[in-house]
């Protein structure tokens, strides 16, 4: 008995040590510390890095895809039954889109015609990517604000 006895004891002993020694951990993943992790990052973004940040996911999509194109609309709303759900930048985030701190810029500010500009503009200067603008005529689609269409694809050296 004395020796279940003693058993007994260091596994209390154990299992007094492990929670203690786990709570800060625990701590670390909960829900407010989470939370406030994600707005402090959310809090230091900026416009350009928002900028910079959707012209590298779209040049890292091309590299990683190839023979894909990236085509999207530089305008404020298109219609989703005329065309596809991603035509555009200010809807829901773009399935090229694939870092987590860029979707969270793209959701923190608005994608005014500026900024769409923008990304172009930076995707125009990198070197991996080709990218070409064209104007389309819509004459029975909706699409407010209508700049032009753009069609970014994979720089083959």
Not at 66 to 72: I, L
Not at 116 to 123: F, G, N, P, R, T
Request: include cysteine; charged fraction near 35%; aromatic fraction near 18%.
């Amino acid at each position: 008995m004395k020796i279940y006895q003693i058993k007994v004891f260091f596994e209390r002993k154990l299992e007094s040590f492990w929670y203690w020694l786990m709570t800060p951990l625990a701590y670390f993943f909960t829900k407010e510390k989470v939370n406030k992790r994600f707005e402090r990052r959310k809090s230091k973004m900026t416009r350009e890095q928002m900028v910079k940040w959707i012209a590298e996911d779209i040049a890292r999509y091309l590299i990683q895809n190839k023979k894909s194109d990236v085509e999207f609309l530089v305008c404020t709303y298109a219609n989703d039954d005329h065309f596809w759900r991603d035509c555009y930048l200010t809807g829901t985030a773009p399935y090229f889109l694939k870092r987590s701190k860029t979707k969270m810029a793209f959701y923190k500010f608005e994608k005014t015609l500026e900024i769409q500009e923008k990304i172009v503009d930076v995707l125009k200067h990198n070197n991996y990517v080709n990218v070409r603008e064209f104007v389309e005529d819509f004459k029975w689609q909706r699409v407010d604000d209508y700049k032009k269409t753009v069609e970014i694809t994979y720089r083959s050296k």
